[in-house]
C-alpha cells in the first residue's frame, strides 16, 4: 500500500479525508492521555500518602540534567511543527532537514535519560534489594558529593527519616516514589522510542518527496504523536524533580 | 494550497512559542526554588497546563482544527479530570488508616 494524496471513494472532499486522518489520531490521543493519566493518579495518591518521602526521592534527581532535557525536548517538538509547516509549504528539502534535528534531539534526550539512569543504579535508588536512599549521605565520595551538597543531604535524609518514622519507612516509601519515577519515565522514554523510529521512516519517505502541500498526513500525525510525548514530560518534569526543590 | 482545517501556520508564531515554553520552563524552576506552602504544586501544575495548552492550541493545530476535533480534545481532558477528580477526593477525606501512620511491616535485608 503506497498511499498518495489522492481522493479516496468513502470521501466527498480531500478535505474531509485529511480531517478523518487527524481526527482518528487524536481519537488515539485522548486514549494515551488516559492511559498516561491512570499512572498519574497512582503518583498523586501515594505522594498524597507519603509526602516527605516523595519530597526526599525528588530532592535525589540532578535537576540540572532534567532541565536540560526539558529544554531539549521542547526544541524538539519546535522542529516536528517546522517539518510539518515545510511539507505544508511543499519545501521538500526542508522537511527532511527538520526531521533529522527532531530524531538528533530525541535521541539526545535518550543519551541524558540513559545517563540519569547509571547515577541511580550508582547511587543504590533502584526499587528492590539494593535500595537504599540514604548511600550517598553515607558514601559521600562515591557519589561525589561534598561541601554544601553533601551537608544539604544529610541534612534532609535526617529530616525525611524523623518524618516517616524511621529509616525502614523511609525507603520502604521512597522506594515506592522511584518506581513510580521508573515506571512513568521509562514509559515517556519507551514512546520517545517508539516516536524515533516513525520519525526514521518520516526520513525515510520524506528523501522520497513525498511530502509536500497535497499529501503530509504521516508528517502531521506523527507530529501530533510527538507534541504529546513532550506534553507529557512537561507534566512529569515539575511532578518528579521539582516537588520540594525549595527545602533542599 | 490552502485549505480550510489545514490551517498553515506561521514559523513566527511557532518560534513564539518555542520561547514561551522556555520561558515557562525557566519560571516553573525558579518558582520551584520558593518556599510557598502548598501552593508549590498548584503554581507548578498551573504552568504546565499553560504550557500544554500552547502546544495543542499551536504546536498541535488545535486552534486552528474543526470543531468536532476540539470536541473529541476536550472530551480526553473531560474523562482525565473525572478519573483525578474524583478518586483524589475519595482519597483525601478518608481517614488515616493506622498502618499508614505506623511503621509498614518491612523485612529488614540482610546484605550479603
Not at chain 1, 27 to 39: P, S, T
Not at chain 1, 69 to 98: C, D, E, H, P, R
Amino acid at each position: 500500500m503506497h498511499r498518495t494524496g489522492e481522493l479516496y471513494g468513502q470521501y466527498k472532499t480531500l478535505e474531509q479525508q485529511k480531517e478523518t486522518a487527524s481526527l482518528g489520531m487524536w481519537i488515539f490521543l485522548v486514549q494515551e492521555i488516559l492511559f498516561f493519566g491512570g499512572i498519574f493518579l497512582a503518583y498523586s495518591i501515594n505522594r498524597h500518602l507519603y509526602p516527605t518521602a516523595f519530597g526526599v526521592g525528588g530532592n535525589m534527581l540532578s535537576l540540572p540534567l532534567g532541565f536540560a532535557n526539558t529544554v531539549v525536548l521542547i526544541a524538539s517538538s519546535f522542529t516536528m511543527a517546522m517539518s510539518v509547516w515545510s511539507a505544508q509549504t511543499s519545501k521538500k528539502q526542508l522537511v527532511t532537514v527538520f526531521l533529522i534535528l527532531t530524531l538528533i534531539l530525541g535521541c539526545v534526550f535518550l543519551g541524558v535519560k540513559v545517563k540519569e539512569y547509571k547515577d541511580k543504579f550508582d547511587h543504590h535508588l533502584i526499587p528492590g534489594h539494593g535500595f537504599d536512599i540514604t548511600y550517598c549521605s553515607k558514601n559521600p565520595t562515591a557519589c561525589h558529593l561534598e561541601g554544601k551538597e553533601l551537608s544539604d543531604e544529610i541534612k534532609e535524609i535526617r529530616e525525611g527519616v524523623e518524618a516517616e518514622g524511621g529509616e525502614i519507612a523511609l525507603n520502604a516509601h521512597a522506594q515506592l516514589y522511584f518506581s513510580l519515577y521508573f515506571g512513568m519515565t521509562g514509559l515517556h522514554a519507551l514512546h520517545m522510542i517508539v516516536g524515533a523510529g516513525l520519525l526514521l521512516w518520516l526520513i525515510i519517505e520524506a528523501r522520497k518527496g513525498r511530502f509536500d502541500a497535497n499529501y503530509n498526513t504521516p508528517v502531521e500525525n506523527i507530529g501530533l504523536y510527538w507534541h504529546f510525548v513532550d506534553i507529557v514530560w512537561i507534566f512529569l518534569f515539575p511532578l518528579l524533580y521539582l516537588i520540594n526543590r525549595h527545602l533542599a | 494550497m490552502s485549505e480550510k482545517g489545514h490551517h498553515v501556520v506561521s514559523p513566527k508564531i511557532y518560534a513564539g512559542i518555542l520561547a514561551a515554553l522556555l520561558a515557562g520552563t525557566w519560571i516553573t524552576v525558579q518558582a520551584a526554588k520558593i518556599d510557598l506552602g502548598r501552593w508549590n504544586i498548584v503554581l507548578a501544575l498551573l504552568i504546565a497546563t499553560i504550557k500544554m495548552s500552547l502546544v495543542i492550541l499551536f504546536f498541535m493545530h488545535g486552534k486552528y482544527s474543526p470543531r468536532r476535533t476540539q470536541l473529541v480534545i476536550i472530551s480526553g481532558f473531560f474523562w482525565l479530570a473525572i478519573m483525578l477528580g474524583l478518586t483524589m477526593t475519595d482519597y483525601s477525606t478518608r481517614k488515616p488508616e493506622p498502618s499508614r501512620t505506623a511503621n509498614p511491616p518491612v523485612i529488614e535485608i540482610h546484605r550479603a
